[in-house]
């Protein structure tokens, strides 16, 4: 499917779902707090921080599906013609591994609070560095082809194509 950029629910859910995770990074701490709590004693203390942890990690999952859906059904414009084959496979690898971290994420949390499972805190655990040096990429390359090379591809995620 061919499209010309993105539409606006496309990039909605992309800025929502940035706030949300920018978020849980924010308030991972008391959580991971009440997690230890939970493993050393095998009593939950459920806060508002364990709150304002797990909403907006279920929101995660359900946007991240909503996109997920939206990207099969209504597809997503081609890659900039200027960017070499190898840049194109490094950016739908880098775009897969986006889409199993916003899913994985949160199910790896689910599973670690509500079964005490410290092997799915661990994977949880490992799923967020690789998220975040994924994010780290993904803003430097969005921010050198907008500025440095000058190719427009920021701006495909700022304005809408409907």
Do not use: C
Not at 84 to 109: D, E, K
Not at 131 to 136: D, H, Q, R
Not at 147 to 155: E, M, N, P
């Amino acid at each position: 499917m061919s499209v010309t950029g993105y539409s606006r629910m496309q990039i909605r859910l992309h800025w929502a779902v940035f706030a949300l995770v920018a978020l849980q990074f924010l308030l991972a701490g008391g959580m991971s707090s009440a997690f230890d709590k939970f493993m050393e004693t095998g009593e939950k203390s459920f806060s508002i921080l364990v709150a304002l942890h797990i909403l907006p990690g279920v929101l995660v999952l359900i946007l991240a599906v909503w996109r997920i859906v939206l990207r099969m059904l209504r597809g997503v414009p081609a890659p900039d013609p200027s960017h070499s084959p190898a840049q194109v496979m490094v950016a739908r690898v880098m775009y897969g591994l986006f889409y199993v971290l916003l899913v994985l994420l949160p199910v790896s949390g689910m599973v670690a609070w509500s079964q005490g499972s410290g092997m799915a805190g661990n994977v949880h655990s490992a799923l967020r560095v690789v998220l975040m040096i994924l994010i780290v990429l993904h803003v430097a390359a969005a921010l050198a082809g907008q500025y440095i090379k000058k190719d427009g591809t920021l701006a495909r995620m700022m304005k809408s194509a409907d």
